[in-house]
């Protein structure tokens, strides 16, 4: 390779290393459909997933509310020349706990949309790995590692 085309690299259009044009699923619907079917199991975790974002979107909404009640409390306690500690303490509180839940919500989910992917990707690994166990000997012999490994990633 030249210098000059060194330096360009392989251009919009194609794969990893310059491999050759990219191309584009023929049927992304159904891929996409076949891929979500590996999700069947997990049908009662991806529920308590929604579930759980859910409720943390909604106490990350709630809690500014909260603190613009303890903006407005500060406010008033300057108009009128005595501020009501106390009061701003407790709400306050409720912010902390707000964001808290918030917080642990957030982190179940994501901690179970995590370990839903990797037992997908894992499922799809041993379906990949039974596969290829399960083709005969003559089958390597007469295709290229390359046209495996294409039907492998592309199957």
Known sequence: MSEKNARRGPGPGHGPMGSG???????FKKSGQRLLTQFGPFKIRMIIVFLFSIIGVI?????????????????????IGSIDFNLIKTILGYLVVMYILSAIFTYFQEYMMASISQNVVR??????????????????????VGDILSRVTND
């Not at 044009?21 to 049927?27: D, G, L, Q, S, Y």
């Not at 106490?59 to 108009?79: C, E, H, M, Q, Y």
């Not at 499922?123 to 290229?144: G, W």
């Open 59 to 79: 106490f990350n909404i709630i809690s500014p509310k909260i603190l613009g009640t303890a903006t407005d409390a500060i406010v008033a306690g300057v108009k």
């Open 123 to 144: 499922k799809l690994r041993d379906d990949v790995s039974e596969k290829i166990n399960n083709l005969p000997l003559k089958y390597f012999d007469e295709n290229t």
């Open 21 to 27: 044009p990219v191309e584009k699923a023929k049927n």
